[in-house]
């Protein structure tokens, strides 16, 4: 399947620091969307950014997209224990026939924000 | 407002045994997702629902798994018969049907065979 790819897969850094998450895929996409995961729950929502927008923030968060490396970054800014957790990138790719699969998730990065 | 709803959260069988999930989407939203997701892993895309209709099921392993979805609103997941690799955690999500919208997950059932 045509994933995205998280870079790195695992990054441990101190309470208060940045916390920067990479993300590379494949096709065109419609948009590209990052999600959290904690241990044993669900995914949650972060951000979504268009395929024609270059940076978007939220809060802590800040998102970036380049179209023409195809890739993403998520930055997340003075980082707090509860930040710990999977964070996923997923793709929503115009696909190349009707129905095809979309939102496709990458295989994450986990976070460990060490107080 | 409730989000997505799935049960039951945990289940062990054993192999060769039937297996049943259930998901409640939110209120409105016409496309419902069920990923798999192995430990460690990012969710892998099983079926993907555009109202009653299964639009993309090209990862569903037909022999074993099948999937419906009454009526555009609930959807159930089945497993029959399950093999020791079917273990995993099974996600349900659900979102508007239109462009640039997240989606929003369920806690998830984990499934173990033994």
């Known amino acids: 399947s045509q994933q995205g790819e998280e870079d790195p897969q695992a990054l441990s850094i101190q309470e208060g620091e940045n916390a920067t998450m990479n993300c590379s895929y494949k096709t065109s996409i419609n948009n590209l969307q990052w999600y959290r995961q904690n241990s044993g729950r669900g995914l949650v929502h972060l951000i979504l950014i268009r395929s024609n927008e270059r940076e978007k923030h939220s809060g802590r968060l800040r998102v970036t997209l380049d179209t023409s490396k195809k890739s993403s970054s998520l930055l997340i800014t003075a980082s707090r224990a509860a930040d710990t957790a999977s964070y996923f990138c997923a793709t929503d790719f115009i696909p190349l026939i009707q129905g095809a699969q979309k939102l496709v998730f990458g295989q994450g990065t986990r976070l460990t924000i060490n107080p | 407002e409730a989000g997505v709803v799935q049960s039951p959260r945990y289940k062990i069988i054993e192999k060769k045994q039937p297996v049943a999930f259930w998901c409640n989407p939110i209120s409105g939203h016409n496309t419902l997702y069920w990923y798999r997701q192995n430990l460690g892993q990012g969710p892998e895309l099983l079926i993907r629902?555009?109202?009653?209709?299964?639009?993309?099921d090209s990862q569903l392993p037909k022999d074993r798994f099948s999937a419906e979805r009454l009526k555009g609103v609930d959807s159930t997941l089945k497993i029959q018969p399950a093999e020791l690799g079917d273990s995993a955690v099974y996600l349900c999500?659900?979102?508007?049907?239109?462009?640039?919208?997240?989606?929003?997950f369920g806690q998830g059932t984990r499934l173990t065979v033994v």
């Open positions: 629902y555009e109202n009653e209709e299964a639009v993309d």
């Open positions: 999500a659900s979102s508007f049907l239109s462009r640039d919208t997240e989606a929003f």
